[in-house]
């Protein structure tokens, strides 16, 4: 499918007889071409109808197109749209232009004015073609100081992720009016050196200059003579557009290198799972090399609750990059870390103080775990050294942390001869949503007052238990817990990697119980998914348990220091996650993801094979009754344009906050539709159906 996006280094920079001139050269070179404007202004009414001026310029060169949406008013597309009651969205104008799309032909999207002209209050028509994620026509107006521009423009559209097919420099103004003053032969001189220079600067960024047309006064689209030289000077760029591109093979050769060489998570190196490959993301969608696109159900494992290519996020990377992208912590401090502390205190249950700066998710478990033991140690209860887990726990794949997961279900019975051995304690049988049951915590407080001795803490995951099995419990489990453990003198960790953030409908799951842990993991979603990044949280009676002991007993200093600890540019990912997160209604949206669905799966219940059905915030859970095969359910999922990935029993979504209803409901239906098939085919669902 081949589809261009043509915008312009401003307005008037001649993007419309360009547009109108391809389409001519595509004809003649025997290609179908339609053109699209996504936004026309200044249009005016002919029989009730309104005429796009642009579009009719192209009919009257002889080209077909259309305009999606129209307003009267010659002005910016935000301000006439807003003049008219209306008010334009990205997501809808980028629908809007998918469907334009057609196999069998060329596609030109001319953009209104250039990269910045603003949609809306937010969005702006480089945030459109980020969207549409097309190769760019970038038409440079012929004038003085358009190095400045076309040199700015190439900077944003790379700073964007949009590949650009080529430019054009073009004429549009005489003399008198765009560079009064000069001479011919001092103007032939500035626009001989422009074309000069944009070349040059082109083959530096491999980005073609492939065409220059000049000023011609006598130019009309309805004038053959005048279509004919432009098309002949567009030729060149037409046969480039024309051109079938195909990846094919460099993505076959890419899938298998990646097969051969490259190990993924949880799978074989000789017999892996199968992967995709994907070319870019936005929003809520992946975008694969092959053309597809996927509605992100995972959200990459749960973290990138933004959805991609948000725009303070990408800046806050870019920015801090040109500045400082690392520096060791050890002895020195940078603004990021100082902003991203400022931030999780003011949002952090009451009590936590202090904030260890580590790279992952298992990390920080490892901090916690040794925050703890050190916590004791500096007591002079060295005794303390063992940990009490939920059955079903997962807190992460590294060693102590594997010592953490249930060593029976989990996923590191493997390891378990070389694991530390902790106790393990049923999980709470009470359900979220239903009325607690005091009796569901007796096989903790019979564990807690046996061990106490011995224990330095008990580590939960609140409320929810994610990679164990997506088992939702009742928060007053957690209040019981927190006051044995006041009682006891037990530590109680709180692992939020998971739940952080917002995703079970308020910023922690710990304020579901209103209780407040001895120590705190956080990550995934810190970031919004750009770096990695975690956090771990201490009171300060932990952190000067610690740090006040002699030197008998530990020095008083914490002895952990990872490499890339506080990295400038996670923590400047992190810092604009969180303003984006706290500017955003993000309890609103967590709550119309419930409410999605909730309705969404409800379907799922009465299907045979299916277990169990749960929604809490933004998490969307169909439980099995036997173990699901991963390939062939993802297989399933892909076919119909979802990407989600089941483990074991578990079938989930956990969508971005910011996917639209649509995107919920494709996800929702495409989970329904897999069970049903399931149910039809020995628990196992068939692509074709």
Request: net charge negative; hydrophobic share 45%; aromatic share 6%.
């Given at each position: 499918m081949r589809a261009f996006f043509v915008t312009g280094t401003d307005t008037d920079a001649g993007k419309t007889a360009v547009t109108a001139g391809l389409l001519l050269a595509l004809s003649r070179l025997g290609t179908e071409a339609f053109a699209v404007k996504p936004v026309q202004t200044g249009c005016t009414e002919k029989g009730g109808v309104p005429e796009a001026p642009d579009v009719a310029a192209w009919r009257a060169a002889g080209g077909r197109g259309e305009a999606l949406f129209t307003f009267r008013v010659p002005c910016s597309p935000h301000l006439a749209a807003r003049l008219e009651g209306a008010r334009l969205e990205v997501s809808t104008l980028a629908r809007a232009c998918r469907e334009c799309l057609s196999p069998g032909r060329v596609t030109l999207f001319e953009g209104a004015g250039g990269l910045y002209v603003p949609l809306n209050e937010e969005e702006s028509m480089l945030d459109l073609m980020r969207e549409l994620h097309l190769p760019v026509l970038l038409v440079v107006g012929n004038r003085l100081g358009c190095l400045n521009h076309a040199l700015l423009s190439l900077d944003a559209l790379d700073m964007a992720g949009l590949p650009v097919a080529g430019m054009v420099l073009c004429r549009t103004t005489p003399p008198s009016l765009a560079d009064a003053g000069t001479s011919p032969e001092a103007e032939a001189l500035i626009l001989g050196d422009n074309a000069a220079r944009l070349a040059e600067e082109g083959k530096k960024r491999g980005v073609p200059l492939l065409a220059d047309i000049p000023y011609d006064a006598s130019f009309s689209p309805a004038d053959a003579a005048c279509m004919d030289a432009l098309a002949a000077r567009l030729e060149g760029a037409a046969r480039l557009l024309a051109q079938e591109e195909d990846h094919g093979e460099e993505e076959k050769e890419r899938l298998a290198f990646d097969r051969a060489h490259l190990w993924h998570p949880y799978t074989s190196a000789l017999n892996p799972l199968p992967v995709l490959d994907v070319a870019g993301a936005s929003?809520?969608?992946?975008?694969?090399?092959?053309?597809?696109?996927?509605?992100?159900?995972?959200?990459?494992?749960?973290?990138?609750?933004?959805?991609?290519?948000?725009?303070?996020?990408?800046?806050?990377?870019?920015?801090?990059?040109?500045?400082?992208?690392?520096?060791?912590?050890?002895?020195?401090?940078?603004?990021?870390?100082?902003?991203?502390?400022?931030?999780?205190?003011?949002?952090?249950?009451?009590?936590?103080?202090?904030?260890?700066?580590?790279?992952?998710?298992?990390?920080?478990v490892e901090v916690a775990v040794k925050m703890a033991v050190q916590f004791h140690q500096s007591a002079g209860h060295g005794e303390k050294c063992r940990f009490a887990a939920l059955r079903g726990a997962y807190h992460g794949d590294t060693l102590g942390a594997m010592s953490l997961c249930d060593p029976v279900t989990g996923m590191h019975t493997l390891f378990s001869g070389i694991l530390p051995k902790q106790l393990f304690v049923e999980r709470p049988s009470c359900r979220f949503h239903a009325p607690y049951?005091?009796?569901?915590?007796?096989?903790?407080?019979?564990?807690?007052?046996?061990?106490?001795?011995?224990?330095?803490?008990?580590?939960?995951?609140?409320?929810?238990?994610?990679?164990?099995?997506?088992?939702?419990?009742?928060?007053?489990?957690?209040?019981?817990?927190?006051?044995?453990?006041?009682?006891?003198?037990?530590?109680?960790?709180?692992?939020?990697?998971?739940?952080?953030?917002?995703?079970?409908?308020?910023?922690?799951?710990?304020?579901?119980a209103g209780i407040s842990p001895d120590i705190m993991c956080v990550g995934k979603a810190l970031t919004g998914g750009m770096m990695t990044l975690s956090a771990v949280a201490a009171t300060g009676r932990v952190a000067e348990g610690i740090s006040r002991a002699d030197a008998a007993r530990g020095g008083g200093v914490f002895m952990h220091g990872p490499t890339f600890m506080g990295n400038p540019l996670?923590?400047?990912?992190?810092?604009?996650?969180?303003?984006?997160?706290?500017?955003?209604?993000?309890?609103?949206?967590?709550?119309?993801?419930?409410?999605?669905?909730?309705?969404?799966?409800?379907?799922?219940?009465?299907?045979?094979g299916v277990a169990d059905v749960r929604v809490l915030g933004a998490i969307g859970v169909m439980e099995r009754e036997e173990p699901v095969d991963v390939a062939a359910w993802q297989d399933f999922f892909t076919a119909r344009g979802v990407w989600i990935r089941p483990f074991g029993y578990t079938v989930y979504v956990m969508p971005p906050f910011i996917a639209s209803e649509e995107e919920v409901d494709t996800l929702t239906r495409a989970m329904v539709e897999a069970a049903a098939s399931a149910a039809a085919h020995g628990g196992t669902p068939t692509r074709g159906e």
């Amino acid at each position: 499918m081949r589809a261009f996006f043509v915008t312009g280094t401003d307005t008037d920079a001649g993007k419309t007889a360009v547009t109108a001139g391809l389409l001519l050269a595509l004809s003649r070179l025997g290609t179908e071409a339609f053109a699209v404007k996504p936004v026309q202004t200044g249009c005016t009414e002919k029989g009730g109808v309104p005429e796009a001026p642009d579009v009719a310029a192209w009919r009257a060169a002889g080209g077909r197109g259309e305009a999606l949406f129209t307003f009267r008013v010659p002005c910016s597309p935000h301000l006439a749209a807003r003049l008219e009651g209306a008010r334009l969205e990205v997501s809808t104008l980028a629908r809007a232009c998918r469907e334009c799309l057609s196999p069998g032909r060329v596609t030109l999207f001319e953009g209104a004015g250039g990269l910045y002209v603003p949609l809306n209050e937010e969005e702006s028509m480089l945030d459109l073609m980020r969207e549409l994620h097309l190769p760019v026509l970038l038409v440079v107006g012929n004038r003085l100081g358009c190095l400045n521009h076309a040199l700015l423009s190439l900077d944003a559209l790379d700073m964007a992720g949009l590949p650009v097919a080529g430019m054009v420099l073009c004429r549009t103004t005489p003399p008198s009016l765009a560079d009064a003053g000069t001479s011919p032969e001092a103007e032939a001189l500035i626009l001989g050196d422009n074309a000069a220079r944009l070349a040059e600067e082109g083959k530096k960024r491999g980005v073609p200059l492939l065409a220059d047309i000049p000023y011609d006064a006598s130019f009309s689209p309805a004038d053959a003579a005048c279509m004919d030289a432009l098309a002949a000077r567009l030729e060149g760029a037409a046969r480039l557009l024309a051109q079938e591109e195909d990846h094919g093979e460099e993505e076959k050769e890419r899938l298998a290198f990646d097969r051969a060489h490259l190990w993924h998570p949880y799978t074989s190196a000789l017999n892996p799972l199968p992967v995709l490959d994907v070319a870019g993301a936005s929003g809520a969608r992946l975008l694969l090399a092959d053309g597809r696109e996927l509605v992100d159900g995972m959200s990459s494992w749960w973290c990138r609750v933004h959805g991609y290519g948000n725009r303070r996020l990408v800046q806050a990377v870019q920015r801090q990059a040109a500045r400082l992208s690392h520096v060791m912590f050890g002895g020195l401090t940078h603004a990021p870390a100082v902003e991203l502390g400022r931030r999780l205190l003011r949002l952090l249950p009451p009590g936590m103080e202090h904030i260890f700066l580590a790279d992952s998710g298992s990390v920080a478990v490892e901090v916690a775990v040794k925050m703890a033991v050190q916590f004791h140690q500096s007591a002079g209860h060295g005794e303390k050294c063992r940990f009490a887990a939920l059955r079903g726990a997962y807190h992460g794949d590294t060693l102590g942390a594997m010592s953490l997961c249930d060593p029976v279900t989990g996923m590191h019975t493997l390891f378990s001869g070389i694991l530390p051995k902790q106790l393990f304690v049923e999980r709470p049988s009470c359900r979220f949503h239903a009325p607690y049951d005091p009796s569901s915590f007796e096989p903790m407080e019979r564990a807690l007052r046996t061990h106490a001795h011995e224990l330095a803490a008990v580590v939960v995951e609140p409320v929810v238990q994610g990679a164990g099995g997506m088992w939702f419990y009742h928060p007053s489990y957690l209040r019981d817990l927190r006051a044995l453990c006041d009682e006891l003198g037990i530590l109680l960790i709180a692992d939020e990697i998971a739940t952080g953030f917002g995703r079970t409908g308020r910023m922690f799951a710990c304020e579901w119980a209103g209780i407040s842990p001895d120590i705190m993991c956080v990550g995934k979603a810190l970031t919004g998914g750009m770096m990695t990044l975690s956090a771990v949280a201490a009171t300060g009676r932990v952190a000067e348990g610690i740090s006040r002991a002699d030197a008998a007993r530990g020095g008083g200093v914490f002895m952990h220091g990872p490499t890339f600890m506080g990295n400038p540019l996670a923590c400047a990912a992190a810092c604009a996650s969180l303003d984006e997160l706290c500017a955003s209604p993000w309890q609103d949206r967590v709550q119309a993801l419930e409410k999605r669905l909730a309705h969404g799966l409800e379907p799922c219940r009465s299907l045979p094979g299916v277990a169990d059905v749960r929604v809490l915030g933004a998490i969307g859970v169909m439980e099995r009754e036997e173990p699901v095969d991963v390939a062939a359910w993802q297989d399933f999922f892909t076919a119909r344009g979802v990407w989600i990935r089941p483990f074991g029993y578990t079938v989930y979504v956990m969508p971005p906050f910011i996917a639209s209803e649509e995107e919920v409901d494709t996800l929702t239906r495409a989970m329904v539709e897999a069970a049903a098939s399931a149910a039809a085919h020995g628990g196992t669902p068939t692509r074709g159906e």
